[in-house]
């Protein structure tokens, strides 16, 4: 089936999504910088063959995977990039945060996953370096990747540590430039958004900054929060015309009401990446942004949601290089702060859009004991804000 339409697209007659986008509209209209994706899948059958549904700790249902991006081309690694990190509520985990705040580095590849496979993505991803690059990595190389994530037990068979080493080697390998698969897939395959349908999303701006050049502002998110009740698009409160419903499920043996998710306690993980030539301060003060555009949807950020973001640039690669072993200098160049404005504009920019992407890419999904996460109704939606005279704006 070809993709669906993307937020751009179904909301084009709102005028509500501003700036410029690059050639994809995602973190790969940086350039070097490409995403690949893992899908770890299993559906249970019972005697007939019909599917089982039946949560069976180690066996599945399994719907998960492994989402990875390298900010730099592969050939590069394991060139760190300067970075900076942001935690709007710290109810998750992103490895190499420490270091990020110490030094304003960041080492890859990147990966996000479920909350349960963390470990393994992070440790995987070092393997992966090391099998690819031992010919150039000293004896005493170490190693400290980025792996976030965000929970996906409401669908998946979280416990049944489904993610492996080759999993991991798989979204790496994968890893391409061009457009990125939205929706359920990779780290985002299991994930609720809004209550809707959650996952992957990307979006990017190009920005003029006049003498100092044009610079692209790309994001990856991993969307996995939010209320129902919360959601908003263009201004419109979405959620509260189409609040979840307890009517019994259709693809359970009960005929009792269903039992609601999880309300909110999801988790949020933005890559935000750039080519603008900026220092790991102005890296943190783009990743403060991201909450920017994610409050533009509606949430303000649930007590059980992990939100955290990570902000990146590619330039000053030479800055960053192995030295020599004399001291030396190293040149850096840097975008003073005061004309950071539109930069910050993108982020909040880029940031909505993904998470609208991410609700347009949306299907209904049935997961373990037959939850079931439907995607948002977008005709529906476009319905609704016809109704109030939003589709109009401009």
Not at 210 to 229: C, M, W
Request: with cysteine; net charge negative; charged share 20%.
């Amino acid at each position: 089936m070809p993709p669906k339409p993307r937020a751009r697209e179904v909301f084009k007659d709102l005028k509500h999504l501003n700036g410029v986008p690059g050639t994809h509209n995602a973190i790969t209209d940086v350039p070097g910088v490409s995403v690949g994706f893992c899908n770890v899948r299993k559906t249970l059958s019972k005697a007939d063959g019909t599917p089982d549904y039946t949560l069976r700790v180690g066996e599945g249902p399994i719907i998960t995977g492994v989402t990875a991006i390298l900010p730099r081309p592969k050939e590069q690694a394991p060139l760190p990039v300067l970075a900076g990190i942001f935690s709007f509520n710290g109810n998750g985990e992103l490895t190499g945060s420490h270091w990020i705040e110490e030094a304003g580095q960041a080492f890859w590849p990147f990966t996000i996953t479920n909350t349960h496979s963390v470990g393994v993505c992070r440790d995987s991803s070092t393997k992966w370096l090391v099998k690819n690059f031992k010919h150039k990595l000293p004896d005493i190389f170490w190693h400290m990747p980025v792996a976030g994530e965000t929970w996906d037990g409401w669908l998946n068979d979280l416990n049944g540590f489904h993610v492996k080493e080759e999993h991991v080697f798989s979204a790496i390998d994968a890893a391409s430039s061009g457009p990125v698969q939205e929706g359920s897939v990779g780290g985002g395959s299991g994930m609720i958004n809004y209550e809707f349908k959650g996952g992957s999303g990307t979006s990017s701006r190009v920005v003029d900054l006049g003498a100092a050049g044009k610079y692209t502002v790309g994001v990856f998110l991993q969307a996995n929060f939010g209320r129902r009740e919360q959601l908003v698009i263009a201004g419109v409160p979405v959620g509260r015309k189409f609040p979840l419903t307890t009517d019994a499920n259709p693809y359970s043996a009960s005929t009792s009401k269903v039992e609601l998710g999880p309300q909110g306690n999801g988790s949020l993980i933005a890559i935000l990446g750039t080519d603008a030539p900026l220092v790991p301060h102005q890296m943190k003060r783009l990743a403060r942004r991201i909450p920017i555009g994610v409050a533009r949807t509606g949430t303000s950020g649930d007590n059980g949601s992990g939100d955290v973001f990570l902000a990146f640039t590619t330039a000053n690669a030479e800055s960053l290089a192995p030295g020599k072993d004399a001291v030396e200098l190293a040149t850096v160049k840097m975008l003073p702060d005061k004309f950071m404005d539109p930069l910050f504009e993108a982020v909040a920019e880029v940031v909505e859009e993904a998470i609208l992407n991410v609700l347009c890419a949306g299907e209904t999904t049935i997961g373990r004991d037959g939850h079931v996460v439907p995607e948002m109704p977008i005709d529906a939606v476009m319905d609704y804000m016809k109704a109030l005279g939003r589709d109009k704006w401009n």
